[in-house]
Structure formats: structure tokens, C-alpha cells
């Protein structure tokens, strides 16, 4: 039986196959997932909001995307101190208050896209925007995401493709 580590907002989590990462209650935030197919290891990151801390804050606040991307980097290297091929995937960043003037889901797709972007990182899969909350569910073993909509059942958002060497 795999062992289930939930990852709460403003979380960063990593693990190898015998781990499944499980976020849940993804309003306006995004989580991002990344994958090491050749080394089968994983990280999830539960982003609240837009950007990096401010300054005099605690750096390593990983509730800002800019913070939880380099922690989640971070838990990826390899000994070599390289960051390995990831196969990311977004989801989350719903207006579920479906206030007409909200912004912070947007920022926070955008902040997250930006920032992964900056860092030359693919996205393979996206799961993003709506009104909607979300869950997401990932096997690390088996390098694939499952996410639910609402009430619906989990369906899946991403497998990998690729090969460990």
C-alpha cells in the first residue's frame, strides 16, 4: 500500500514510488507537479498567492509561487546539483467566489506560468481557471495525475510517456 502525504496550501512535498501526493480544496490557488521520469521521483507545490514574498518577509514562504517553484526546484536536483527533466503539469486557479472583479486567480495562473516559463520548464498538462474547485491526486510510480472537478470523479490529467534509462 503507497503512502498518501497531503499537501496543504503553501506546502511543497516531494516523494519516490511509493508515495501518491494528494492536494485537495484547490479554490483560487495552483498547484503545480513536477515529474523525474528517470529518477521516479515527484513534487507537488499548493500555491496561494501571486508572485514572492515581499521584502523583511520569511523567504521561504512558500505560499507565493515564485517561492514554492524554487522549493519545489530544489527538492528535484539531482547529487549533481542539475535540475533533472521535469514533466510538470498546472491545475487550480478558479474563481469559485465567481466574484466579477476577483483578479487573485488569475495573478496566480499567470504568476506560476511566468515563473516556469523564466525557468525553461515545460508544462505538459493544464487544468486551469473555471469557477470550480479542484483536487489532484498524483502516482508517483506510475508518473500520472488524476484531478476532480467540483463533485465529479477523479479522471486523469497527465501520464508520462516517457522511459527511465
Same mark, same amino acid.
Given at each position: 500500500?503507497?503512502?498518501?502525504?497531503?499537501?496543504?496550501?503553501?506546502?511543497?512535498?516531494?516523494?519516490? +514510488?511509493? =508515495?501518491?501526493?494528494?492536494?485537495?480544496? =484547490?479554490?483560487?490557488?495552483?498547484?503545480?507537479?513536477?515529474?523525474?521520469?528517470?529518477?521516479?521521483? &515527484?513534487?507537488?507545490?499548493?500555491?496561494?498567492? /501571486? &508572485?514572492?514574498? %515581499?521584502?523583511?518577509?520569511?523567504?521561504?514562504?512558500?505560499?507565493? +509561487?515564485?517561492? +514554492? $517553484?524554487?522549493? *519545489?526546484?530544489?527538492?528535484?536536483?539531482?547529487?549533481?546539483?542539475?535540475?533533472?527533466?521535469?514533466?510538470?503539469?498546472?491545475?487550480?486557479? +478558479?474563481?469559485?467566489?465567481?466574484? /466579477?472583479?476577483?483578479?487573485?486567480?488569475?495573478?496566480? $495562473?499567470?504568476?506560476?506560468?511566468?515563473? *516556469?516559463?523564466?525557468?525553461?520548464?515545460?508544462?505538459?498538462?493544464?487544468? =486551469?481557471?473555471?469557477?470550480?474547485?479542484?483536487?489532484?491526486?498524483?502516482?508517483?510510480?506510475?508518473?500520472?495525475?488524476?484531478?476532480?472537478? &467540483?463533485?465529479?470523479? /477523479?479522471? /486523469?490529467?497527465?501520464?508520462?510517456?516517457?522511459? %527511465?534509462?
Amino acid at each position: 500500500m503507497k503512502e498518501v502525504i497531503y499537501v496543504n496550501t503553501g506546502e511543497v512535498k516531494s516523494g519516490d +514510488a511509493g =508515495i501518491l501526493l494528494n492536494s485537495g480544496a =484547490i479554490g483560487s490557488c495552483v498547484v503545480i507537479t513536477a515529474y523525474d521520469f528517470e529518477n521516479r521521483i &515527484g513534487a507537488m507545490a499548493h500555491v496561494m498567492l /501571486p &508572485g514572492s514574498t %515581499p521584502e523583511g518577509k520569511n523567504l521561504k514562504n512558500t505560499k507565493y +509561487a515564485v517561492n +514554492a $517553484i524554487n522549493e *519545489l526546484l530544489t527538492l528535484m536536483k539531482k547529487d549533481d546539483g542539475k535540475v533533472c527533466q521535469l514533466e510538470t503539469c498546472i491545475i487550480g486557479g +478558479a474563481n469559485v467566489l465567481k466574484r /466579477p472583479n476577483d483578479t487573485i486567480a488569475k495573478s496566480n $495562473i499567470d504568476s506560476v506560468e511566468k515563473w *516556469l516559463d523564466e525557468k525553461s520548464i515545460n508544462v505538459c498538462a493544464k487544468a =486551469i481557471g473555471g469557477f470550480e474547485r479542484r483536487t489532484v491526486l498524483f502516482d508517483i510510480e506510475k508518473g500520472s495525475i488524476f484531478f476532480t472537478v &467540483g463533485d465529479s470523479k /477523479p479522471k /486523469p490529467l497527465w501520464q508520462t510517456t516517457s522511459k %527511465p534509462k
